[in-house]
């Protein structure tokens, strides 16, 4: 169950960093670039970790997989 509770803050955790990258992006000012490209790389290395997370929680047993 707390497997479960950290994915879903790490989920969160990426849709709040393309929120950043949003609000980045439509402002136009200078120093944006550089925050739309910092949200991007965490939103990215964000998603990687939870890919591996789940494969190994999987492989562990700690997380089964299921039919809807």
Not at 9 to 38: C, F, H, N, T, Y
């Amino acid at each position: 169950m707390l497997t479960k509770i950290i994915l879903l803050i790490a989920l969160g955790l990426v849709v709040w960093q393309l929120a950043l990258a949003l609000r980045a992006l439509s402002r136009g000012q200078p120093s944006d670039p550089k925050r739309l490209l910092e949200a991007l790389k965490r939103r990215v290395i964000l998603s990687i970790i939870i890919v591996v997370a789940l494969f190994v929680l999987g492989t562990l047993g700690y997380i089964t997989p299921h039919a809807i």
